[in-house]
């Protein structure tokens, strides 16, 4: 096919080149603004700090230096090389420069996705819609970790083994480059092999189509020798890297153990198999069919799987098995964990787009209803970037899956990145550790921290056993003794970011006469254990619930890119957590109020409500009193169940109320 037939050409009328040209240009936009968001990645923190220490000491981190939950455990740090680059640009530009990295990967993964369709025959229609569909596919995953220097790379092997094999030699060096360089990069290396052997056996298989067809295949005759060479030589690249053998096999090693844990199985509501089950980006994708959580990504990945059957049709019609085996490859790959959907996207969009755009141009039989048809698919790709390129930007495009660590602008995201709190723990010169944090925020402590070592675990989990994962999730979730484990480890400080994963542990705190809150922000809260050293620095704090100003909590809540109701919610979490229920009835009060249909904020509202008619109770207040409080808590989960009748918690909570009023459940 030619590219005429997909998008207007230089005799169409210049309207139908416009369309084409802002088609390009609107979806462009969209993936710059999906691109460019506060730092909020769980594990940047670790990775700067690894990186940091290759600089200042000339090693590999392969033994975390600083945690204390294990002693000499050795792993494969797979991701070093993408540490050193981290920590070097961090150096050199702060967090700006992290920012613009951010950026400019992703930018030149979906250039070379551009590139791959390009050589694929598409043309405006289908190169927007290549990098819309593969936007919305990868989006959740563009956060700067090692993991998008290997969707680049990845992006890139798409691109050369798509081109022209008349430089054969060419082909060969850069794929023995980029294998290297992948190895020491990311630990999704083996899926360069992986590709490589796809499109070898797609074209063993065309070479053996039956001679009575006569239609061209996607490669080459001499194809196969030199894919051949190419995937030997990745495979013997493969062995480039610090551990030889050992880092070679990493990632099979890693596949083995999620399997024997039951990793995939995890999803939603479901019960963990292990402590690393809990952890939703190794989950597979069909667990979270449903559900608000990755609505697009995962509405856009069953759409892939739809599409995959007729191209698949097509791969096959047209005798480009190399491309339908590619395409299968990565197709399978995406049902084992949720992080796999990106490497589909950058695989299979150029592949879908061009095989359906084929079929459709071979079921029209005008140039006039082509040109029509690349009109209608530029037009689609219009609509779309110019509905969710503004909603990106006021950030209501995140608000609608609740992707709480998605705020466009650049810096770093004050609710995943403790910076605050650390600057207040590095002003307290009394202060003594060690630090105990919760899971989540345990790795951004140590970008801001020297000292080691810190924290109980990081979010490194090949850093430590299965078991210490478990004991910080007991912990935290209430289910461990904090005073046995806490005098155990000699911990002196808590550092917890307020939301339910924490509450049980900041409850038991709060009460806790060995332990006093000490500081809080609108994310995070620090506890201090009650020792000498401590003492004037907790009496200074006085960190009350009246001292907790409401109304300037959301005042500062306005701000660009943030859908203030969730923002106002979120800082709602605070004293919910602690406690403090008549400030967090408050927030959460104005929470709903700007976001009628927030279902989560009304239903925290009615348990403020409901613990204060408790409160109430146990302080033998007015019935009037107790009866209004608890006519709120019942109107409140009332509301969650009219905006979300499946949701169980709002109807338990219910029947407590209607039960503690003397009424029928």
Not at 240 to 245: C, I, Q, T, Y
Not at 576 to 586: D, H, M, Q, T
Not at 590 to 619: K, S, Y
């Amino acid at each position: 096919m030619t590219a005429a037939a997909d998008s207007p050409t230089s005799t169409a009328p210049v309207w139908q080149r416009l369309i084409a040209v802002l088609a390009m240009v609107l979806s462009a936009a969209l993936i710059l603004g999906l691109a460019t968001f506060e730092l909020a990645s769980v594990d940047l923190g670790y990775h700067l700090a690894y990186g940091r220490e290759f600089l200042d000491h000339g090693s590999i981190v392969e033994r975390d230096p600083f945690i204390y939950a294990t002693d000499n455990h050795r792993f494969v740090n797979a991701n070093w090389a993408g540490q050193v680059i981290f920590a070097w640009i961090e150096r050199r530009g702060g967090v700006v420069a992290l920012c613009l990295l951010q950026i400019g990967l992703v930018a030149a993964i979906f250039a070379a996705l551009g590139c791959a369709a390009w050589r694929l025959g598409a043309r405006a229609a289908g190169l927007s819609l290549t990098w819309l569909f593969a936007g919305i596919l990868a989006y959740e995953r563009f956060s700067l970790r090692p993991e998008l220097f290997s969707h680049l790379l990845l992006a890139l092997l798409v691109l050369l083994l798509l081109g022209p094999i008349r430089r054969h030699r060419l082909r060969i060096a850069g794929a023995a480059v980029l294998q290297v360089a992948w190895v020491n990069l990311h630990s999704y290396f083996l899926v360069g092999p992986l590709l490589t052997t796809a499109f070898l056996s797609g074209h063993l298989l065309e070479r053996a189509w039956p001679a009575r067809v006569s239609r061209p295949t996607s490669l080459p005759r001499h194809a196969a020798r030199w894919l051949a060479i190419i995937l030997a030589v990745q495979l013997a690249a493969c062995l480039v890297n610090p551990r030889g053998l050992d880092g070679a096999l990493f990632p099979l090693r890693t596949l083995e153990f999620l399997r024997e844990q039951g990793v995939s199985a995890g999803g939603p509501g479901a019960a963990p198999t292990s402590p690393w089950a809990t952890i939703s980006e190794f989950h597979s994708p069909l667990n979270y069919v449903g559900y608000s959580i990755s609505r697009r990504t995962i509405d856009a990945w069953l759409l892939a799987l739809v599409l995959s059957v007729p191209a698949a049709f097509a791969a096959l019609a047209q005798r480009r098995l190399a491309h339908g085996a590619a395409l299968l490859l990565v197709v399978l790959m995406s049902f084992s964990m949720r992080r796999n959907i990106a490497p589909m996207a950058v695989v299979a969009a150029p592949l879908l787009v061009t095989l359906l755009r084929d079929v459709a141009v071979t079921c029209v039989n005008s140039d006039v209803a082509r040109r029509r048809l690349s009109v209608a698919a530029c037009l689609l790709s219009i609509a779309l970037a110019a509905a969710w390129l503004p909603r990106v930007l006021n950030g209501r495009f995140y608000f609608d899956e609740r992707r709480i660590l998605r705020t466009f602008g650049i810096g770093w995201h004050a609710r995943a990145v403790p910076v605050e709190a650390c600057r207040w723990m590095d002003s307290q010169a009394d202060i003594q550790p060690r630090v105990f944090a919760d899971f989540y925020s345990s790795s951004n402590l140590l970008a801001f921290i020297p000292c080691k070592p810190f924290v109980y675990v990081d979010t490194n989990t090949f850093a430590y056993t299965p078991e210490a994962l478990a004991t910080a999730q007991a912990i935290c979730n209430g289910a461990a003794d904090h005073v046995a484990f806490f005098r155990e480890h000699g911990v002196n400080i808590v550092l917890l970011h307020a939301d339910d994963s924490s509450l049980p542990l900041a409850r038991k705190l709060t009460v806790d006469p060995d332990w006093a809150l000490a500081w809080y922000d609108t994310a995070f809260v620090i506890f201090l254990r009650r020792i000498p050293a401590h003492a004037a620095v907790i009496a200074s704090s006085r960190c009350t619930p009246d001292r907790l100003d409401p109304d300037a909590w959301i005042a500062s809540a306005e701000r660009r890119g943030v859908v203030s109701g969730l923002e106002i919610a979120l800082r709602a979490g605070v004293p919910f957590v602690l406690g403090w229920y008549e400030p967090a009835a408050r927030l959460f009060g104005d929470a709903v109020r700007r976001e009628p249909l927030f279902a989560e904020a009304w239903l925290n509202l009615g348990v403020c409500h409901a613990m204060l008619a408790n409160a109430a109770i146990r302080q033998r207040a007015a019935d009037a009193l107790i009866r209004e409080r608890l006519e709120l808590a019942i109107r409140c989960f009332e509301t969650v169940l009219q905006i979300d009748p499946d949701n169980l918690a709002a109807r338990t909570n219910l029947n407590r109320a209607r039960r503690s009023m003397g009424l029928s459940g």
